[in-house]
């Protein structure tokens, strides 16, 4: 760590939180099914959807065996588990998603 950083910008930042909800999608026993590859790409298509909404504000694609990806959802909780239950590769059974809450901090965003 080289940015010496003082119990007060803690305490700023930490005012600055805000609900958000995780997604974590991880592949499932049908992953190989026939149709796969359509399914995924109706899957890839609500994704988007979604973010170009602005329902997802991170989108992060995994490339792993186990986690297909995980995203940032602007919803509560149980409304993202209700958004998510309707995915595509979820409904397949392709995808398992857990849905946590989480806080983050407005502003933030992945480098360029």
Same mark, same amino acid.
């Given at each position: 760590?080289?940015?010496?950083?003082?119990?007060?910008?803690?305490?700023?930042?930490?005012?600055?939180?805000?609900?958000?909800? !995780?997604?974590?999608? $991880?592949?499932?026993?049908?992953?190989?099914? @026939? =149709?796969?590859? #359509? +399914?995924? !790409?109706?899957?890839? $298509?609500?994704?988007?959807?979604?973010?170009? @909404? =602005?329902?997802? #504000? +991170?989108?992060?694609?995994?490339?792993?065996?186990?986690?297909?990806?995980?995203?940032?959802?602007?919803?509560?909780?149980?409304?993202?588990?209700?958004?998510?239950?309707?995915?595509?590769?979820?409904?397949?059974?392709?995808?398992?998603?857990?849905?946590?809450?989480?806080?983050?901090?407005?502003?933030?965003?992945?480098?360029?």
């Amino acid at each position: 760590m080289s940015a010496e950083v003082t119990d007060e910008q803690i305490q700023a930042l930490a005012a600055t939180a805000r609900p958000y909800s !995780l997604a974590q999608l $991880r592949w499932g026993p049908k992953r190989h099914q @026939d =149709g796969a590859d #359509a +399914i995924e !790409l109706e899957h890839q $298509r609500r994704m988007v959807s979604l973010r170009a @909404d =602005g329902v997802i #504000a +991170i989108l992060c694609p995994v490339v792993s065996e186990n986690l297909a990806g995980v995203a940032i959802l602007t919803e509560p909780p149980e409304q993202a588990e209700q958004t998510m239950a309707a995915d595509p590769c979820v409904r397949a059974g392709m995808m398992t998603c857990e849905v946590l809450p989480c806080l983050g901090f407005p502003g933030d965003s992945l480098p360029g």
